[in-house]
């Protein structure tokens, strides 16, 4: 009876302590713009204390609760509350919002250069693209001395990508450091990885203790993602490298190859899953990584992570941080997503960032499938592996184990097929659900010979290419049709499956991926999302020699280079365009950057036809944004539509919440903000048009002196569109005109209704070409 009593009172004691350390989570601590001035760090983490004493039992308590405390990001804090202490925290009157931070941030899984013109390498070899009497890449020096932060899962330093052969000393404006962890020491950063930090105290607050077998407590990166990521933008020129297989043998390079890289990394493996099934990045981690990002001196931040829904602009900590870093003339440069084709599904909509799009390039690898009635059906596969015979062909669907949904039977899914039934044969897996390279895994496992993906209407065209376990290949949606009616029509289906070859000069090029995340822009729909689009399909570059080629873990194949898909792809694309651009216009502010690679980009395709969606129909801004971008022609556009970091905090006055900014020491919202359509953007987007709405434009001239301007515009069906005025004379560079745009519904009984409409309008001088797309909702 004693020792009952004993424990009874002893778990009283400790049940309020089991509660509060079981309802602990991180949460974001936002106390609005900086006011701070040039307080030191320490102080700033000693007024944070104070708020954290204030809600905590002891000092000890509030010291150890604190995560980071973000001096150039945001005016905030991450600590570990409960969620009543957080609610405490929420009633002062100096802070502006509390919210918890989640996981559920993720990363957005050479040829590329020369399909856009750029192909001169580092300044030793390679033929020289023209563009106003010399190259581009020598213009700029190759971004000689262009700082480009890459926010990721991080780097493996020892590729021939990120060599420092033959570089300048580092540059004298850099203040970031090289941090020392698991298998990374200072000497793996050298004059191209010039600095190197780790973010984890979220992900530790959350999952406890980095595993060693599944991601290294360094900036060392066992994934893939960051190397890869890395390399795409400033990678070195590598001659003579491949993927597994020996596909898209060639010289591998970045945009900007004589960039520095600073890497920041923030996304870690999530415990217990497959590198295959992604990463995790914890909001605290990253705001502290861009927080040092910013002091550190980077000229572009590379960001290629992204949510699957849309975040609102005060729990956006992405954007918030690029906010800040707008501030400082620093571009932050983001993914789109890879939640396409669904509408409204874009990450990163802060008109202060780049948002990247995905499209294709004009290469191929043809896999073709012989059937048994002769018939070839072309795919796509980077898979080497040889079949020396034709194999028994059925579909995942009849060779399922009992109690398999019947909605997911074709999918193959983990321990869904039927080993009796699959053993000795050649499966046809759909997609939807579950990862491609587990479906080939699946299949393996279950004795399968070799495996055709097929792929779902949805992804139409598009064929992401993996590095499977066994010989396969994948089809487009209509090739699979052809494939099952096959199956269907006899008794005895046989197949044989032929290993991948490259193939070059594939056409029609770009076309957009089907995974590429769509507008509208749900958080703002005045603005027009994304902004532009750039290759994200089957990319190729340097690697994690830690991970594999499918990332699974019965994948013990290591490659130096690996092909990936995603708008993670895409993204670094652009940031290597805006650090080339920041070489040679290094008086630019982000905006002007941004407005260059707009109102520059491509909506034709290598046909001269219209850039097409996966299923070849007409694709439109909400994929592609102003189009495909061109850094050749960016790098002189005539135009720009400039704006402010007090120009961005105007904005926020409407698209808000207004306290966001109403604690800004140097800047007041007005008593009636203007509409967030008025911002100086290089596009259009009116998501309700059932009267007149005018727009006021701003553009400054950059190209000639003297030169005037004409206004044309293809406006969306139903809709009137005019500029007044209609010509723009300059007499001088860096004179600033403006014009109103006027848009009308029509009342024409034969356009469609309560559906968005695309178009574009333009300035002409008879050189250059600035063009602005448009998304008009008309009732």
């Known amino acids: 009876m004693k020792i009952t009593i004993t424990c009874f009172f002893l778990l009283l004691i400790l049940a309020p302590l089991l509660a509060s350390s079981i309802d602990k989570k991180v949460y974001i601590v936002y106390l609005g713009q900086h006011s701070d001035g040039e307080k030191a760090l320490h102080e700033i983490e000693r007024t944070h204390f104070s708020y954290l004493h204030s809600v905590k039992e002891s000092e000890e308590e509030a010291q150890s609760s604190l995560l980071y405390s973000y001096k150039h990001t945001i005016n905030g804090f991450a600590a570990k509350l409960t969620p009543d202490e957080a609610s405490k925290l929420s009633e002062k009157k100096e802070v502006l919002s509390v919210f918890p931070s989640h996981g559920k941030y993720s990363v957005q899984t050479t040829r590329s250069w020369e399909f856009v013109g750029l192909d001169e390498g580092d300044g030793h070899s390679w033929k020289k693209l023209k563009f106003g009497g010399e190259g581009l890449l020598s213009r700029a020096e190759y971004g000689r001395n262009v700082i480009i932060g890459v926010m990721d899962s991080g780097v493996w330093p020892e590729s021939p990508s990120f060599s420092d052969r033959g570089m300048d000393p580092i540059p004298s404006s850099w203040k970031g450091i090289c941090q020392e962890g698991v298998a990374f020491n ?80 923030a996304c870690w493996a999530i415990p217990n899953q497959p590198k295959a099934d992604g990463n995790t990045c914890f909001a605290e981690d990253m705001l502290a990584a861009l927080d040092d990002a910013i002091a550190d001196g980077v000229h572009i931040l590379s960001v ?26 620093i571009l932050v440069v983001c993914s789109a997503g890879n939640s396409g084709p669904a509408p409204g ?31 070839k059906i072309i795919g796509q596969s980077v898979t080497p592996y040889k079949m020396k015979k034709m194999y028994p062909l059925v579909y995942a669907g009849d060779v399922v184990v009992p109690g398999v949904a019947q909605n997911v039977t074709g999918q193959c899914l983990p321990s869904s097929l039927d080993t009796n039934k ?33 792929n779902a209407k949805a992804n139409g065209n598009e064929i992401s290419c993996d590095a499977h376990l066994l010989p396969a290949t994948t089809l487009s949606y209509d090739s699979a049709m052809k494939l099952l009616e096959y ?31 769509r507008g509208p822009n749900v958080v703002d729909p005045n603005i027009l ?10 990319i190729l570059a340097a690697w994690s020699e830690a991970s594999s080629p499918s990332k699974l873990p019965e994948d013990h194949r290591s490659v130096k280079y ?28 982000v905006a002007a950057i941004k407005s260059a690679l707009m109102t520059t980009a491509a909506t034709t395709n290598s046909l001269g036809k219209p850039i097409t969606d996966a299923n070849g129909n007409d694709a439109t801004p909400f994929e592609f944004g102003s189009g495909h971008f061109q850094p050749t022609k960016a790098v002189d556009p005539g135009l720009i539509y400039d704006a402010t970091y007090n120009d961005y905090l105007l904005y926020l006055c409407t698209a808000g919440p207004m306290s966001l900014i109403e604690r800004n020491a140097t800047f007041k919202c007005p008593a009636n903000p203007p509409s967030t359509l008025t911002l100086n953007y290089p596009s259009l987007a009116i998501p309700n048009l059932n009267s007149t709405v005018t727009i006021k434009r701003t553009v400054t001239n950059i190209g000639r002196h003297k030169s005037t301007y004409f206004f044309s515009a293809k406006p969306p069906l139903g809709v009137h569109v005019k500029a007044t005025p209609s010509i723009l004379p300059f007499e001088r560079i860096g004179e600033k005109l403006s014009f109103i745009i006027t848009v009308s519904p029509e009342n024409d009984p034969t356009v469609k209704k309560s559906d968005y409409g695309f178009g574009w309008y333009s300035w002409d001088d008879g050189y250059y070409h600035v063009r602005s797309p448009m998304a008009v909702y008309v009732h």
């Open 186 to 265: 200072s000497s793996n950063c050298n004059k191209k990885i010039i600095g190197a930090r780790y973010y984890v105290k979220g992900f530790e607050a959350a999952y406890g203790t980095v595993n060693a077998k599944e991601d290294f407590l360094s900036p060392r990166d066992m994934d893939g993602h960051g190397t890869h990521t890395a390399s795409t933008a400033a990678g070195r020129q590598v001659s003579d490298v491949a993927a597994f297989g020996g596909f898209a043998k060639g010289t591998a390079s970045g945009g900007a190859p004589l960039a520095r890289l600073a890497i920041y990394k």
């Open 304 to 329: 290629s992570i992204g949510t699957d829904e849309p975040l609102p602009f005060e729990n956006d900590v992405i954007g918030l941080a690029a906010l800040e870093a707008s501030k400082r003339n």
């Open 345 to 375: 599904t874009l990450s990163n909509p802060a008109p202060w960032i780049i948002t990247v799009g995905a499209s294709s390039l004009d290469r191929a690898f043809f896999a073709p499938v012989k059937l048994g009635n002769g018939l």
């Open 422 to 454: 699959v053993k000795g044969k050649i499966v046809v897996c759909t997609r939807g659900i579950g990862l491609r390279v587990g479906k080939g895994s699946e299949v393996k496992r279950a004795g399968g010979v070799g495996f055709v993906l097929a």
């Open 487 to 517: 199956i269907n029509s006899t008794e005895n289906p046989m197949a044989k499956i032929s290993p991948g070859r490259t193939i070059l000069h594939y056409k029609p090029a770009p076309f957009m991926a089907g995974f590429t995340s």
């Open 529 to 538: 999302k994304p902004d532009i689009t750039a290759p994200g399909l089957n």
């Open 562 to 589: 690996n092909i990936y898909s995603g708008t993670s792809m895409s993204c670094p694309h652009v940031s290597s365009a805006a650090a080339l651009l920041k070489a040679i216009h290094p008086d630019w502010s």
